[in-house]
């Protein structure tokens, strides 16, 4: 005899069964959102009928289909923004919403790569692919987790390593104007740093620079442990700000792998103009010399993902353009406030032939006391003093005014400004590890203390000897 609950749950079944059929049949496809291009000025654009989010981009059908990405919305309208051209594009054209187009495929097939700020290869080779994805903009993190600045970082470059020491994880500041020297220290820099992968980004340069950049500064030598993301002047605001945060994204995925990563950016300055150009087309106001509040607020967000996390690093040098010494820069105030110290580059440095221009006494490393030791903390001290010390008669002694003698400090100063130069001066193939940078340091300063307990010489005829005039620093 059959078991009348097993009858039961044989009739459950059969029932089930026909209800899953009939719940099929009624189903129907998931509607596809398409909305329409409404108003289209410069290259703002404006889509009724979609619900897309704001950083998410679009298709709009043309002959040539246009990419665009949601920076804002007014009422029930998108507004958008192209990423390229908005030629060929005519009213009522029909907008497409674009999924998963928030996420960077990274890997190491990167390594030696130059793209575009969509990923797109600039080298005409295939496309470099990753296996994973990770988002474009960072996922946040809990600033616990984030390791303390400990170690020091070798740059590769003598006067940063024994003067300006920077940490692993921290974030630099390189401030300078055109021309003096930027490009050639951070390829320097990608070339000789101890760190395992260089990522640099470079946002709003001349194409020409791009190639410069890639062939002479980095060199194929530089370039095997690299990935360079060029978004020349030339491309969209879009593009500049994602070629940004795609670096970062990058460099982000070389960390969550236990690496030390140098993380590059030139210039962090044309970042916040393509990103001023968004915040205007998506009708923010502008407050402060024509920039948008966004500016101010992604600049934070794009400088706070560099760091330390887990085991390994994000070392991050950005760049700031200092066009004629404006102090009133509000991007260079931001950045200086931001970042955890910077070095800047001198005119008159680079004018007067002494290369890299590193103006030591206006650049400031603020991880030093944590990563370096007292002797080397006392050395920079007294060398920072001395160099000081000359700058500020610097006028005098080269009108001829100061007499040699009358300050015994002054006069150590004249003495070795030559000896800091040399500290400072490094040749474009020349390399300088942390120990011998070090050991530079040292030396100077053995020079100096043992010449200033000697009693100043004195000419024969009882007169203080006249000075020479040593090359020009700053
Ligand atoms: N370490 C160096 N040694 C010799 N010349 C240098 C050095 N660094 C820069 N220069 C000179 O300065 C010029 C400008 O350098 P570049 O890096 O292109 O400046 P920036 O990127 O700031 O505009 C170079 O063409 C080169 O002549
Ligand atoms: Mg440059």
């Known amino acids: 005899m059959t078991d009348p609950s097993s009858i039961r749950r044989a009739q459950f079944g059969r029932f089930g069964h026909r209800v899953d059929g009939v719940a099929a049949k009624l189903a129907t496809p998931t509607p596809v959102e398409t909305g329409q291009l409404v108003h289209l000025s410069g290259m703002r ?33 998108l ?10 594009l005519k009213p009522g054209a029909l907008v497409h919403p674009l999924t998963g187009s928030d996420r960077v495929p990274v890997g190491n097939e990167l390594l030696g790569r130059v793209i575009d700020g969509a990923g797109r290869p600039l080298d005409n080779l295939t496309t470099p692919l990753g296996a994973v994805t990770v988002p474009l903009r960072g996922e946040p993190l809990n600033p616990m987790d984030r390791g303390g600045l400990s170690q020091p970082m070798d740059v590769g470059i003598r006067a940063i390593n024994s003067l300006l020491t920077v940490a692993r994880g921290q974030r630099l500041g390189l401030f300078a104007g055109s021309g003096v020297g930027k490009s050639t220290l951070l390829g320097m820099m990608t070339r000789f740093t101890e760190a395992d992968v260089v990522v640099v980004g ?29 978004t020349p002047a030339d491309t969209s605001p879009l593009m500049r700000v994602a070629g940004c945060w795609r670096a970062t994204a990058i460099a982000e995925y070389f960390r969550s792998q236990g690496l030390n990563v140098l993380l590059l950016v030139d210039s962090l300055t044309r970042f916040a103009q393509a990103q001023r150009e968004i915040g205007l087309a998506a009708g923010e ?26 085991s390994g690093s994000i070392t991050a040098i950005y760049t700031v353009l200092t066009e ?5 820069d509000p991007i260079a105030d931001a950045a200086r406030a931001i970042l955890d110290g910077h070095v800047v580059l001198s005119r008159r440095m680079a004018d007067s032939g002494l290369f890299p221009a590193i103006d030591i006494e206006a650049s400031i490393s603020r991880a030093m006391l944590q990563i370096t030791d007292s002797d080397q ?51 474009i193939d020349q390399p300088a590890d942390f120990t011998s940078s070090l050991d530079a340091l040292a030396r100077l300063d053995a020079a100096m203390e043992q010449d200033a307990s000697q009693p100043p010489p004195v000419a024969g005829n009882g007169q203080a000897v006249p000075v020479s005039q040593p090359p020009a620093l700053r």
Do not use: W
Request: proline share 5%; glycine share 12%; net charge negative.
């Open 45 to 77: 654009l404006e889509v009724a009928g979609l619900r897309s989010p704001i950083g998410s981009r679009c298709r709009i059908d043309a002959r040539m289909p246009v990419d665009a990405e949601v920076i804002g919305f007014q009422g029930d309208r």
């Open 79 to 88: 507004v958008l923004m192209c990423e390229g051209g908005a030629e060929g």
């Open 202 to 230: 470079l946002v709003g340069e001349r194409g020409r620079e791009v190639r410069e950049f890639v062939e002479d500064s980095l060199g194929p030598e530089g370039l095997k442990k690299a990935v360079v993301v060029a």
């Open 285 to 310: 106001p502008p407050v402060s010399r024509g920039y948008t509040p966004s500016v101010f607020s992604v600049m934070p967000n794009l400088i706070e993902r560099a760091g330390n996390l887990g």
């Open 324 to 328: 004629g010494d404006d102090l009133q």
């Open 377 to 427: 903390q006392e050395q920079v001290r007294r060398v920072r003093d001395i160099h000081a010390t000359y700058q500020a008669n610097r006028d005098l002694i080269s009108m001829g005014a100061y007499r040699g003698g009358s300050d015994p400090k002054i006069d150590l100063a004249i003495r070795h400004q030559e000896g800091i130069a040399k500290l400072i001066e490094q040749a």
